[in-house]
């Protein structure tokens, strides 16, 4: 009569660590994704700050006199730009 006991034991106990490891599992990616969610605000707001900048270097080239001051300053601006990652 403790055969059939015993069995269902080692179920229930192999159940109970598959739903630990599952929610074990589910907390992590929960966590990764908060870190993900918060790289990702992080690097737009570095990128509308850099174009910010690249804007105003813009317009700073069309406040200049002539057309060729305006490109070579224009060329001046992309080739910066271009160089840094």
Do not use: H, Y
Not at 10 to 26: K, N, P, S, Y
Not at 30 to 41: G, I, T
Not at 60 to 68: D, G, K, T
Request: glycine share 4%; hydrophobic share 55%; net charge positive.
């Amino acid at each position: 009569m403790s055969k059939p006991g015993a069995p269902s034991f080692r179920i229930q106990d192999w159940r109970g660590t598959l739903i630990g490891a599952l929610v074990g599992l589910l907390i992590a990616l929960a966590m990764a994704m908060k870190w993900l969610a918060e790289f990702q605000v992080e690097a737009a707001a570095e990128r509308r700050s850099l174009e910010a900048i690249a804007r105003a270097a813009q317009m700073r080239c069309f406040e200049l006199a002539s057309q060729r001051a305006t490109e070579a300053c224009r060329a001046a601006a992309a080739a910066k730009q271009a160089a840094t990652p």
